[in-house]
């Protein structure tokens, strides 16, 4: 139980493109997910809660104009990297959390490469 | 808001022996602790996790003990296997917030 998939698992775009990335919750329900972003060997960095049928809640110095999030069910949250740049290559990962679940408990997607050229 | 620091930022240890590994928090109302590994390239696997309301918990070659009067809590890894390397990180969350804080990670190796 609790598996979560993550679309596309690499992608490479061009500069000044968009590129929509898919977090889904394969056999839970997720009324909260969450996206990171993670530079070579660095930690992970919360860019954004994610709530089923609200905005989300943006860290400070994440731009919510460049970085879109939308939770539009209670599987599936995607986030827009609008106008990239190369400096936004990086690995971007989602997780989720069961409501079920013990407070705090999150799943990890399996990651989404970024490379913009 | 709520920091996690993690030490060592690395570790080496010949397979067998134990490695340990130590996080402490800011926030005194903490109250979820779990531990991450990640491999290269992959996404981080829940290893382990303690909440406030105890002070040890063990799962085969794994433990987790919390201090929560010192605020720090810490991984144990006895018995060490070379499939054990990779980067360890450890996080809190706060009582009714969210979201996870991450430490820095260790990366551990393992030596034959």
């Known amino acids: 139980g609790a598996v979560v998939s993550q679309h596309p698992s690499w992608v490479i775009c061009k500069s000044g493109t968009s590129v929509k990335i898919e977090c889904r919750s394969l056999?839970?329900?997720?009324?909260?997910m969450f996206w990171y972003r993670q530079f070579p060997k660095q930690s992970l960095m919360l860019m954004a809660t994610?709530?089923?049928?609200?905005?989300?809640?943006?860290e400070q110095g994440v731009e919510k104009d460049k970085f879109l999030i939308n939770h539009a069910s209670l599987t599936l949250s995607t986030l827009t990297v609008t106008s990239a740049h190369p400096e936004d290559s990086s690995f971007y990962i989602c997780s989720a959390r069961d409501w079920l679940a013990g407070e705090g408990e999150q799943y990890f997607g399996p990651g989404t490469r970024l490379t913009v050229t | 808001g709520e920091n996690v620091e993690q030490h060592p930022s690395t570790l080496s240890v010949q397979e067998g022996d134990s490695a340990v590994i130590k996080c402490t928090y800011s926030?005194?109302?903490?109250?979820?602790f779990p531990w991450y590994k990640q491999e290269l390239g992959k996404r981080p696997q829940l290893i382990i996790d303690i909440r406030s309301n105890v002070g040890e918990k063990k799962d085969q070659r794994i433990a987790v003990t919390l201090n929560k009067t010192a605020k720090h809590f810490s991984l144990h890894i006895t018995e060490t296997q070379p499939e054990d390397s990779a980067v360890y990180f450890c996080a809190d969350t706060v009582q009714g917030a969210q979201k996870l804080v991450f430490g820095q990670g260790t990366r551990l190796t393992i030596n034959p």
């Open positions: 926030d005194s109302a903490s109250n979820y």
């Open positions: 994610s709530n089923e049928g609200s905005k989300a809640t943006y």
């Open positions: 056999d839970f329900q997720a009324t909260t």
